[in-house]
């Protein structure tokens, strides 16, 4: 019984030892998706998300709201440099209720995208076709 209880804690402990940095690891791996979305590389950027998905078991929604490029986020920015693929892929790979609402700043994607005369963006047609 005494054996039971000396392993069950070993186990317990070895686990929280490994999981620890696996989460600090996140940011590292998320490290250049801001310069993937301005190259509009949308391979990599399907490669990134993706290892980020088995590595750590997150999706786009998970960290989109945490990542900022240049005080923007990951949509904004495709807009801003014109990166169709990548943005029109994070636009598909979100989920409805996220794409329509308030982000940092308080105004929707399509709001700012509105005030900053980008409503002509084939990504704006894509999110507008979404929501």
């Known amino acids: 019984m005494l054996k039971i209880v000396k392993?069950?804690?070993?186990i317990?402990?070895?686990a929280t030892?490994?999981?620890?940095?696996?989460h600090a690891d996140v940011?590292?791996?998320?490290?250049n998706i801001c310069t993937i979305v301005k190259a509009d590389d949308k391979g990599e950027l399907r490669k990134k998300m993706k290892r980020v998905q088995s590595d750590y078991r997150?999706?786009?929604q998970d960290y989109y709201s945490g990542i900022s490029c240049g005080?923007?986020?990951l949509i904004r920015t495709a807009m801003l440099n014109d990166a169709v693929e990548t943005g029109t892929l994070m636009v598909k790979k979100m989920p409805?209720?996220?794409?329509?609402?308030?982000e940092q700043d308080g105004k929707t994607v399509v709001a700012w995208a509105s005030e900053n005369g980008l409503t002509s963006s084939p990504i704006v047609a894509v999110l507008n076709d979404r929501i």
């Open 7 to 10: 392993t069950s804690i070993a």
């Open 12 to 14: 317990a402990a070895t």
């Open 17 to 22: 030892v490994f999981a620890t940095p696996a």
């Open 27 to 31: 940011a590292e791996a998320l490290q």
């Open 58 to 60: 997150l999706k786009l």
């Open 71 to 73: 005080g923007n986020s």
């Open 96 to 102: 409805k209720s996220d794409l329509s609402a308030p």
